[in-house]
């Protein structure tokens, strides 16, 4: 099996609010080994983008603190860097492409000046060698007239254009990790699976991991090896990608499967799970999907299941209807 | 029907309009502005003529000729003559290489001090912030005129030589001035620090430094541009209430405003107006235009004004 890349262990990402704390990122642990592609699901709001930010040390505090756990990165705990060695992994060995292409540029300097940057910076290349490295990797994300592409400025390229420069920029440094926080959402349903198979092809010729979050398990399906659940802030089950869609464990992952259009089926209306995403501010210890899962029962209000390997040792969930002990209360 | 379709050919005959750059864009608007374009040849008139006009002159710089003092514009002294006989015209011209040095040099010491202290504290915000703006607003609470006066008057006691005088006056009216811009600047800091490309080059690993002088600082140019522009008319202004209070350039060296200080004199004023209305006019055209001129390049640059 593949060496882990990153681990995160029991990380804890908190914001204070005005109304109270927000858990937002709460005792979540997973690996991502190399050359593996895991993908992050889970509704809007709960805690997929926060744990990248967290990998990526872009937690603005105040108001967000990370208050405990690990991230291991090549054994090394990236919470403990200071800012200066951080920076030289940023960039270099993990890089990351954002949701919004449109305004993930900066609108003043050249697209060549914004992919040569990071060439400069973590490759110590001089400008012309940049320069050229820059054309290949626009080559690479396969825009044609590379040259012309350049010196172009970011608002005169398309969305899907600017989505692949983000994609050259995050390349730059040859990165062992690439995090991409839902890279297809701004973008049209062609130019979506475009990007997708960009990133598959690269994943293929480059070896590098990626951590995928997205909300569409249509993505997933397509693009992951190992797939995590989230679910206000927690990992409720996490499983290698066919074992996930075979054998949904966690109600939550049943119905998220349910909600999902099936091609060459009529369907009346799809199916979705009742209620919202509970408020996240001051969330007691119990199964926070208690109120809205279908199979609850009287512990789930009261205690929180622990996440374990049930029957298959790579499929964890997280939910008292696979425990035993569920009956004692 | 055949199935076979022809291949996929580039088209060759279509040539895509290429996309104006934004500076391409706000030229087009600002061209447009006739008053904007009527504000920019005035200045490089005043500029042309200030600058090379005086070698044409048939005077030098420190003629004079007593026998044809104080003379109303005529043939051979187009704007007259002052009381020790030099000629105005000629001296105007030298008034307004400095004056327009003066406000050119003041406005841009104002706008390094103003833009790197602006940008230091929009961008580290907190502590850094309210110390930079704290000492701006001292600045601005403090009435500029009196102390550019005092700054005069100690300038006068340290007996600083006339020539040097005038770079003491640039430093200090560029020094005073820094708070406009570096509020400005500190603003557009603010709401740029928290777009999303920012983050990116945070993702990137790259340093602040760079980060403040290559990616934020290029994104507010139009606004450093605008209010620069209007800062030197603001200094010309500054110089020449000074000057012709005596604080400012003093004589021999011309400047308008202690040109027209001559008309502190009754009988000058009275019965040799050729003395203060000409320079009085250079001030008062240059300031318009610079301002018509600051105006055009707002608007030309405001993406907000679809023109």
Request: overall charge neutral; charged content about 20%; glycine content about 6%.
């Amino acid at each position: 099996m593949a060496k882990d890349l990153v681990e995160f262990r029991n990380l804890e990402t908190h914001f204070q609010t005005p109304a109270g704390t927000v858990k937002a990122v709460n005792n979540v642990s997973f690996k991502i080994r190399e050359g593996e592609t895991l993908c992050v699901v889970g509704e809007s709001g709960c805690g997929k983008s926060v744990t990248a930010m967290s990998l990526m040390g872009l937690i603005e505090s105040p108001p967000g603190k990370i208050v405990g756990g690990q991230i291991l990165f090549e054994d090394r705990d990236l919470l403990k860097l200071s800012k200066r060695d951080l920076s030289l992994i940023r960039g270099k060995e993990i890089s990351m492409i954002f949701q919004e292409p449109m305004s993930s540029l900066n609108p003043v300097l050249t697209i060549g000046e914004q992919i040569s940057e990071p060439l400069i910076l973590h490759m110590l290349m001089d400008r012309k060698t940049a320069k050229k490295r820059a054309i290949e990797l626009i080559n690479m994300v396969g825009i044609p007239r590379a040259e012309k592409i350049f010196d172009s400025y970011p608002h005169e390229l398309s969305g899907g254009m600017r989505q692949r420069i983000m994609i050259a920029i995050a390349l730059s440094c040859d990165p062992k990790l690439l995090i991409a926080d839902e890279p297809t959402t701004a973008l049209d349903v062609t130019i979506q699976a475009q990007i997708l198979d960009l990133m598959r092809d690269i994943k293929k010729q480059l070896n590098t991991s990626i951590m995928l979050i997205t909300h569409d398990l249509g993505v997933v399906a397509e693009m992951a090896d190992y797939v995590v659940v989230m679910y206000a802030g927690k990992v409720i089950e996490e499983a290698p990608v066919l074992e996930l869609f075979k054998n949904p464990q966690h109600p939550y992952t049943k119905g998220l499967l349910k909600a999902k259009p099936i091609i060459n089926q009529v369907q009346e209306r799809l199916y979705s799970i009742p209620g919202q995403v509970p408020n996240p501010i001051e969330l007691g210890n119990n199964c926070h999907f208690h109120d809205r899962c279908e199979s609850c029962m009287d512990i789930c209000k009261v205690k929180a299941p622990p996440f374990r390997a049930h029957d298959n040792a790579e499929h964890k969930s997280a939910c008292w209807l696979y425990e035993e002990e569920r009956e004692v209360l | 029907m055949s199935a076979s379709a022809s291949p996929i050919t580039e088209n060759t005959d279509y040539r895509p309009k290429a996309i104006d750059s934004p500076w391409k864009t706000a030229w087009r608007r600002f061209a447009r502005n006739r008053l904007a374009v009527i504000g920019t040849i005035i200045i490089a008139l005043m500029f042309l003529i200030c600058f090379i006009g005086p070698f044409l002159s048939p005077y030098g710089v420190l003629d004079y000729s007593l026998k044809d003092k104080n003379l109303s514009p005529n043939t051979s002294y187009w704007l007259g003559t002052d009381k020790l006989g030099r000629d105005i015209l000629l001296r105007m011209m030298l008034a307004g290489r400095i004056s327009l040095l003066v406000g050119l040099v003041a406005t841009i010491i104002s706008v390094i001090i103003g833009c790197s202290l602006g940008a230091f504290a929009g961008f580290y915000g907190k502590k850094v912030d309210t110390v930079i703006m704290r000492v701006a607003d001292i600045f601005m609470a403090l009435p500029s005129l009196p102390i550019l006066i005092i700054m005069g008057v100690v300038l006068s006691d340290l007996g600083v030589e006339p020539n040097q005088r005038i770079w003491f006056l640039m430093l200090i009216i560029g020094v005073l001035n820094w708070t406009t811009i570096a509020r400005l600047v500190r603003g557009q800091m603010l709401t740029l620090r928290e777009q999303e490309f920012m983050q990116a080059t945070e993702a990137l690993g790259l340093k602040d430094r760079r980060k403040i002088f290559r990616h934020l600082l290029p994104n507010t140019i139009p606004v450093i541009i605008v209010t620069a522009t209007l800062g030197v008319a603001g200094a010309i202004l500054s110089e020449s209430a000074l000057s012709f209070l005596g604080v400012g350039v003093i004589p021999p060296t011309p400047s308008w405003g202690n040109m027209i200080s001559a008309a502190n004199n009754l009988i000058d004023f009275g019965k040799r107006p050729w003395l203060w209305i000409p320079p009085g006019m250079c001030i008062l055209i240059t300031t318009v235009a610079i301002n018509l001129i600051g105006d055009g390049l707002r608007d030309a640059m405001d993406p907000k004004t679809k023109k």
